[in-house]
């Protein structure tokens, strides 16, 4: 019969299953000694956007809360505890939380009591938070702090497991971009506004797709490798500042071949496997370049066949190409970028709802292009 520690290990080193399905298994066994804790969750922060946001959590008694955001600046309580990096109990959540905020509704609603939360930190930079949540009042007495806290550890390394796996990818496609120097054409402010507009329409589409909180935030952070296969291209193609012949054009269009053998070989040297974040960080460099009628490259999907990441990610770049100054081009105008995503969808090109997701989010969508402009 297994034991508790390699029970805890198998939730942590199945690479396979996504974070998700390894918290809900860490849950799985705490309740067997445990089963008052009713909820675990892992909200990540985002330092640019000073943004914490729900990510993953095993609520099996009850609704999850989902695409949750707020700014930590109006949380002073939380940044308090990222300060003195310490945890905070509250034995009674009625009794203690007197702020409405759709965070302490949601608990309240819930019927949540008790709560143990945990600052994560990898290395002097806080990356999130870590809550343990019951529906019985006094849940969280010493005994019980002990034994979350070997937990909370093992919690928290299964998230930066992860993490670290992403930054090692960025890490690696900042220095190929940087060498081959295609941010002369692609701005790092290019590659924020599209991983902000990437996530703006995962979020817009997120109840009619299903779409996970765990999926929304791998689709953010692997927005920026989607032209990774560059590094690949020659400069005197790459960096041309006309328009490319039609030999050019056939070069330039390997990168995403070229991007994909890149992603497979990171996927298979980090031991990824065939997990969420793998075949969304994939899916984000094979197919951005398909378009719905079969037009686009290299395979020439139909929409149906086109990954939704793939079509999100599809629109981020047009609508930033668009709106935006390039070398070869001026920035178009608000409203002609609009008129040709609507005539991008009414020829079956690009996704009708991820457009309307991005279009109907208007404070926010121009709130980004301000903020993380190009310099002039």
Known sequence: MQTKT???MDAISMSKIDLSQRLENLHEIIRGRYEFIDRI?????????DLLKTFVS?????????????????????????????????QDIDDTFHAHSDHTEWLKKQHYLSSYTIPVFQGSHFVAFLFFDSKTPNAFQQETLHFLDVFADLAAHLYLVELAAVKSLLNTVNL???????RDLETGNHLDRMAMYSRLIAKGIAEKYQL????????HLFAPLHDIGKVG??????LKPG??????????????????????QMIEDLGLNQNTAATIMRNVVSGHH????????????????IPIESRIIAIADVYDALSTSRPYKKAWSEEDVIAELHKEVAAGRLDADCVTALLNATEERLQIQTQFADPI
């Open 6 to 8: 390699n029970q805890l």
């Open 41 to 49: 969750a892992i909200a990540l922060y985002d330092a640019k956007t």
């Open 58 to 90: 095993s609520t099996p008694d009850g609704s999850p809360l989902k695409a949750y955001e707020a700014h930590m600046s109006e949380v002073p309580s939380l940044q308090t505890l990222i300060h003195l990096r310490k945890s905070r109990i509250v």
């Open 176 to 182: 190929a971009t940087d060498f081959a120097r295609i």
């Open 212 to 219: 996970t909180d765990e999926f929304v935030e791998y689709l």
């Open 233 to 238: 291209i020659p400069d005197k193609i790459l």
């Open 243 to 264: 328009k490319l012949d039609a030999d050019e054009w056939n070069t330039m269009k390997k990168h995403v071949q070229l991007g994909v053998l890149m992603i497979d």
């Open 290 to 305: 398909e378009r719905g009628d079969g037009s686009g490259y290299p395979l020439g999907l139909t929409l149906a066949q």
